[in-house]
């Protein structure tokens, strides 16, 4: 089973600033199967990336995946209010087993 | 528009047993594989199980083996998980959520907005 690391565990952040966001993973991930969630306090998760660099219908173009292999980052170009939010990633190419990783508390400075 | 609406959830006794519904609507329902996922207090997301679309294939998470068992039927358009022999570390919100795409890998592109399920005496 893949295992997938978040770091920073918590970012510290300014409305306007950049944030890089990382998630290792413990293996390959199959063809960058990777997604990226964003979930806010008493909301369900809402998909951001995927496939590593895919936006999913709606999401901003401020919001961008990379990487491959074992190592993948989300970044958000310019931070908005909205944004300060926990971030996860999660892998899906090697099924059955859909691993997600601890997460990235993402708070305002 | 899709919609998943969880229910079911509540508090329980350690040893017990519960069912938590998934009613979904805006999609063909019989074309996806299902997923639930939870979430205790404060932590990270964690898989819990699946199921394919006409329901012949299912897996679970190694925690929750032997315990709990997800169905649907297509005809209602409802998932459900049938939770057993239930454990405090059960404790969490428990999320349906759609794999998006009909065939190949695909993450989770609608979600519920989750049932607690509260395990304790």
């Known amino acids: 089973e893949i295992v997938l690391t978040q770091s920073p565990g918590t970012l510290s952040l300014s409305p306007g600033e950049r944030a890089t966001l990382s998630c290792r993973a413990s293996q390959s991930v199959s063809s960058s199967y990777l997604a990226w969630y964003q979930q806010k306090p008493g909301q369900a998760p809402r998909l951001l990336i995927y496939d590593a660099s895919s936006r999913a219908t709606g999401i901003p173009d401020r919001f961008s995946g990379s990487g491959s292999g074992t190592d993948f980052t989300l970044t958000i170009s310019r931070l908005e209010p909205e944004d300060f939010a926990v971030y996860y990633c999660?892998?899906?190419?090697?099924?059955?087993?859909?691993?997600f990783g601890q997460g990235t508390k993402l708070e305002i400075k | 528009e899709v919609q998943l609406v969880e229910s079911g959830g509540g508090l329980v006794q350690p040893g017990g047993s519960l069912r938590l519904s998934c009613a979904a609507s805006?999609?063909?329902?019989?074309?996806?594989?299902m997923h639930w996922v939870r979430q205790a207090p404060g932590k990270g997301l964690v898989w819990v199980s699946r199921i394919k679309s006409d329901g012949s294939s299912t897996t679970y998470a190694d925690s929750v083996k032997g315990r709990f068992t997800i169905s649907r039927d297509n005809a209602k358009n409802t998932l459900y998980l049938q939770m057993n022999s239930l454990r405090a570390e059960d404790t969490a919100v428990y999320y349906c959520?759609?794999?998006?795409?009909?065939?190949?890998?695909?993450?989770?592109?609608?979600w519920g907005q989750g049932t607690l399920v509260t395990v304790s005496s």
């Open positions: 805006g999609f063909t329902f019989s074309s996806y594989w």
């Open positions: 999660q892998q899906y190419g090697n099924s059955p087993f859909y691993t």
């Open positions: 959520a759609r794999r998006g795409g009909i065939d190949g890998y695909n993450p989770f592109d609608y």
